[in-house]
Every structure is written in structure tokens, then in C-alpha cells.
């Protein structure tokens, strides 16, 4: 039995022998009761519940593309670039090669396709009016500078006119008097100073005339083109703090449908510059303190303990996670390097290509949230980087409320037997490589190194 209560203060990890059965127990009718060791969450999963579908069937065929309209469905297309902010780089493809184009002028949008898109958000999480108003921050001159050339052009000035037009349209302001030059340039500035910004994919749909409707997820994108958008967040991310020395850490996540909380059905990342860790990275780092080795004792060795990894390469491994609300793989990086923009560019493939391959076992039907984490800005403790992925397929309800017990629908064990059998048709298709799949896992203690870098 698990009540809430048995679940051990931080204080008492360090020294103490690990007891996974305080976190993790199979019941003799098959529930399981668990307990997430980093946030403390009590989750049960019942049997039985885990037959329900999971995909969400109606985001997929809704009947054959029209050739030519499949690169204009949303404001994330790229048919549409002036449906969002302005935007701040984006990457293209010539053949093999990739290259970043800074700051594109409004005239050149259409000259090139984006592979990957950085842009603002049009509707900020953290404005830049709370970083001016809470901390004195002033973006850098260079900022208000690409603002002032941006608007010096008639089709850039007409590209702020709209946007903002359009976010005034959804304001319950009735009616509103036209603004002049100088309201819009100020009211723009957010575009170009501000920390919350999408990396956007280029398809929306799987290209091919007359085929179903495909949205393109994170697993339908190649290996290749993971692994930028992976680097290209990074890079964002790395930008985002260059730029504000207020922020302490940058949220990265990606919603994945509806369900999950994404207002568009295109494929993007968010990242949102924050002035504190949040408390659920404070809570991991406290753990850290008192106990630097926790992540291999209470992610990747209780993982290879209870036969719950589900793939790994030299570089990272992932596997069914315990104690969540919802379906959860954790992704983990194995290297020595704690953040993410320090891995070498072989470490960083390595970690693209088990997300990449989670996502392409998962399918696109199914809703789910990627969130990121790793060392913030300002703490000099070593956390490895790592990447929760979240099926969305359940609404916890008034039992949950009413209890703080979360119903999870699959048990760890069935999580990982609905992505292991995918992984290796998968495989077999040629569509992932270079990993190894459940029991060819080579699995040691501490296969997690960053812990041999924090002193
Ligand atoms: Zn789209």
C-alpha cells in the first residue's frame, strides 16, 4: 500500500539505499500504484481501462487534399507567412545542405521555403511589457533597429498593420480608432524584443496528391529533419537568453492537438523565456543538491530494474515513466553535458533520433504534450536533459480532485508493449535506425554521465 504520506522528503535521499518499492507496486488484482520520485504525484493505474482507444481518430482522414492547397491550410503554412509576427530566422534546404537566413526582409519571404520557421508568438505567455515593467529590461538596441527597417518597408509595414489589426479584431473592444505609424511601431516592438517565440515545421500535411489527410508530427518528419528542428530550438532558446539576461530559464514544449492544448494542428515548438525555474525544475534541482546521482537512481536504473525501457542508442535512452497523470516515455540524455546547447553535434542526433523514433512508434493520432528539461540558466547543478512525452488520452475528473490520486489509464508495462512492437516494424520499415529496442537495450547503473561532471 502507498498512501501519500510514505513518499520520502528530499532530505532523506541523500545516504539512503534506494527502496523502489516505496514508488512502484504491482498489486495482486494488477493494479498499480505509483509514485513519481521527482514530483511526489500518486498515480494508479487500474486494469482494464487501458482498451479504450487512444487516437484521436477525427484529426485524420477528413478526405483527399486538393493539390496546391496543402501548403495553406493554417497561418503556420507556408503559403501564409504573413499570418504571423515577423519572423526572426528560418532554415532552408538546398539539397543536403541546410542554412539559417537571419532576419528575413518582408520582400524575400516567398524567395525561399522555410524547412523551420522561428516566429513570435502573437499572444505572449510572459509579455515584454512584464519583462520592462518588473525588471527595467530593454531588448538590445539591434532589436529596435530590425523593427525600424522592417517598418521602413511599405509591405513590412502593412505586415505589422494587419497582424495587429487582427489581434485587435479578437479583443472585445467594439469599436477602435485606426491607429497611426508611431501606435503601430510601438505596439510592434513585442515582435522583435520579445522571449516567447514557435519554431514552425513547413508541411502541415503529408505531401501527395489524393492521398488521406496526414497531419505531419514529430514522427513523420525524417530523422534529418528532427534532428534540425531539434538543433534549431536549441539555437532559439540560446538566442532567447543571449537576449534577456532576466530570464533564469526557457520553457520548451510542444502541444500536439487539440487535446493538449494546441491552437493549431501544424507541427511547432514553443519556448517562453521565464524569471524563475518553475516548481517542478525547482523541485528536480533540490533533489539534485542533496543527492547528485538522482536521476540514475530514480529514472534510468529503477527504469532498467522493472524491465520498463523501451529503446535506447549510444547517446540516449527512453522508457515508460512511473507516477504520471498520463502516459508518459521519458526521453534521457546520457552525455556528461547538462545542457542541451553543450551536447556535441553527435550527442544531439542521438537524442533527436529516440525522440524522433518515440513519436514515429506513437503515430500522429495521438494527442500528446513534449516537454523539455535541463539545467537552468543559473544553477550550478548538473541535470540531464530530458524529454517527457505525454499521451493526452485522458481528462483526470472529480475522482482525481477529489482524492489527488490520478487514474492513469496504462500501466508503465502496457505503455511500453503498445510502443516496443511499433519500434521494430519501424525498423524494419527503415524508417528509424541506429536503436536498440527493449531486451537489446545494453543496460548498466548510472548510465547517465552528467553526474560525473558535477562536482
Ligand atoms: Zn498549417
Redesign the pocket.
Known sequence: MLPIASYRSVNEFQDSSVDYSHYYNIMPDGTVKQINPFTGNEVWAVPGRSSRPLTNSSERSRGKLITGEEDA?????SK?YFETPPEKFRWVRDGETWRKIEAVAPEEYFTTTAEFRCVPNLFEIVTLDYWKKNYGYEPPASEAERLQVYAASDIGMQHLRDVIAYKQSLSNQATLPPLTDAEILERSEFFFGGCHELINARR?FVAGEGIDQELVSSGLLTPEEHYYYTRITIDAMEGIVARNRYVRYVSIFQNWLRPAGAS???LHKQLVGLDEWGASVTRQVRMLQSNPNAFNEYASNFAAMYNLMIAENDHALAFAGIGHRYPTIEVFSKSVHAQPGEHTDEELRGVSDLIHAIHAAMGPGISCNEEWYYSPVDTIVKMPWHILIKWRVNVPAGFEGGTSIYINPLTPLELRDRVVPRLYELRNEKRVSGIRIAAECQLRPNMLEYVSSQK
Not at 491550410?73 to 503554412?77: G, N
Open positions: 491550410i493554417c497561418s503556420f503554412c501564409r502541415h493549431f494542428d501544424h
